[in-house]
T-cell receptor
Framework: DARVTQTPRHKVTEMGQEVTMRCQPI?????VFWYRQTMMQGLELLAY????????DSGMPKDRFSAEMPDATLATLKIQPSEPRDSAVYFC?????????????FGEGSRLTVL | AQKITQTQPGMFVQEKEAVTLDCTYD???????LFWYKQPSSGEMIFLIY??????QNATEGRYSLNFQKARKSANLVISASQLGDSAMYFC????????????????FGKGTKLSVIP
């Protein structure tokens, strides 16, 4: 059963620390998205990649957030330094090549708490 | 302007009854797709149903159907015969540029509706 895998599932850290979240997209999917979910803002797109190339990261605070895809099986989202306002659930989603309806498959999320 | 509007923050429905969750959207792109996702308390996002802007018929998937009214720009989700397991957050989402290839491939989400099914 193919699925998007995210680690860690839960992370509690202190303000100022570096946080790295990892995502393994479904094999064969060529688009990867990072979304952040909070009560106030709902689901916000942070960044997305197609064929490992970053296409849009306009939703991401550039001074502290960075997103990369070192290879087709791994996407990372890094926050350095972390702040309490970064506390949220971070979802990774992947999608098959263009030609499909555009459905995205989501991971189970990484719940981040910054104290 | 909001691209996806879900006006019902929360709804209650009696078990076995049908319920409609509202969604309106805003786009000038003629080719787009509309999606509904379910998020139970466990947190994962589960795809439910999809409707393309050029589809002639309303989409159906088991107990889920999408009431697509293109002129009104609405894409309401109808759940028939509600079950206790349907209690969850429901998100409407849109992808623009679906058939032109010019779209960004991203999904834009509404704020969600929390559905509670009462025994």
């Amino acid at each position: 059963d193919a699925r998007v895998t995210q680690t860690p599932r839960h992370k509690v850290t202190e303000m100022g620390q570096e946080v790295t979240m990892r995502c393994q997209p479904i094999l064969g999917h060529n688009t990867v998205f990072w979304y952040r979910q909070t009560m106030m803002q709902g689901l916000e797109l942070l960044a997305y990649f197609r064929n490992r190339a970053p296409l849009d990261d306009s939703g991401m605070p550039k001074d502290r957030f960075s997103a990369e895809m070192p290879d087709a099986t791994l996407a990372t989202l890094k926050i350095q330094p972390s702040e309490p306002r970064d506390s949220a659930v971070y979802f990774c989603a992947s999608g098959p090549p263009w030609g499909n309806t555009g459905e995205l498959f989501f991971g189970e999320g990484s719940r981040l708490t910054v104290l | 302007a909001q691209k996806i509007t879900q006006t019902q923050p929360g709804m209650f429905v009696q078990e076995k009854e049908a319920v409609t969750l509202d969604c309106t959207y805003d786009t000038s792109d003629p080719s787009y797709g509309l999606f509904w996702y379910k998020q139970p308390s466990s947190g994962e996002m589960i795809f439910l149903i999809y409707q393309g802007s050029y589809d002639q018929q309303n989409a159906t998937e088991g107990r889920y159907s999408l009431n697509f009214q293109k002129a009104r720009k609405s894409a309401n989700l109808v759940i028939s015969a509600s079950q206790l397991g349907d209690s969850a957050m429901y998100f409407c989402a849109m992808r623009e540029g679906l058939y032109s290839g010019a779209g960004s491939y991203q999904l834009t989400f509404g704020k969600g509706t929390k559905l509670s099914v009462i025994p």
